[in-house]
């Protein structure tokens, strides 16, 4: 069974940075590209990112690049999201999701806030 | 980046059909766009419902079907049951690079 666990969510201030990390098993994580996607509060979703297989193209959606960037490491089945300079409009639920198919992670609460 | 578009709200009968529509700002929606359809319910994670244009998980109900149509992608609901009231997104990839639409509220009525 495909399984997607993110953690590192929480409570940041402004400027802040987090790391969110997603443990994939059921499956080789390093088959498949893989993505963030959140949906802020009341709000639609928003993908954020995906990154290749073999890690070596990673896309960004234009408000978010150079700000975020995401990793994998297949090794310990295992994607990252590293959130620097965080913004009030970054608070959302971040999602860990597997491209080929569309299988979801529970999703992991960030909140930027003073 | 590409926009993409949905009809914000639709209403359907009980047991009647209705077509949720997921447009391209950059043209015609074809299965290089690899369009997916989400369902999600107030709380809920997002479920995917349909991947690559028309392909079905073994979770997505029957009466959920979906095609490329007059240069969108569609997904059709035949035969609604209250339990389908929810939201539904579309997405679709642009070169690597994917953007999901607004979302279509579907109220069952």
């Known amino acids: 069974e495909v399984q997607l666990v993110e953690s590192g969510g929480g409570l940041v201030q402004p400027g802040g940075s987090l790391r969110l990390s997603c443990a994939a098993s059921?499956?080789?994580?390093?088959?498949?590209?893989m993505s963030w996607v959140r949906q802020a509060p009341g709000k639609g979703l928003e993908w954020v990112a995906n990154i290749k297989q073999d890690g070596s193209e990673k896309n960004y959606v234009d408000s978010m690049k150079g700000r975020f960037t995401i990793s994998r490491d297949n090794a310990k089945n295992s994607l990252h999201l590293q959130m620097n300079s965080l913004r009030l409009d970054d608070t959302a639920v971040y999602y860990c999701?597997?491209?080929?198919?569309?299988?979801w992670g529970q999703g992991t609460l960030v909140t930027v806030s003073s | 980046q590409a926009v993409v578009t949905q009809e914000p709200s639709l209403t359907v009968s009980p047991g009647g059909t209705v077509t949720l529509t997921c447009g391209s700002s950059?043209?015609?929606?074809?299965?290089?766009?690899?369009p997916y359809w989400f369902q999600q319910k107030p709380g809920q994670v997002p479920r995917t419902l349909i991947y690559d244009t028309s392909n079905k998980h073994s979770w997505t109900p029957a009466r959920f079907s979906a095609s490329l149509l007059g240069g969108k992608a569609a997904l059709t609901l035949s035969g609604a049951q209250p339990e389908d009231e929810a939201e539904y997104y579309c997405?679709?990839?642009?070169?690597?690079?994917?953007?999901f639409g607004g979302g279509t509220k579907l109220t069952v009525l």
């Open positions: 997405l679709l990839t642009y070169s690597g690079a994917r953007v």
């Open positions: 950059t043209g015609a929606v074809t299965s290089v766009h690899y």
């Open positions: 059921g499956f080789t994580a390093g088959s498949y590209w």
């Open positions: 999701v597997r491209d080929y198919g569309g299988y």
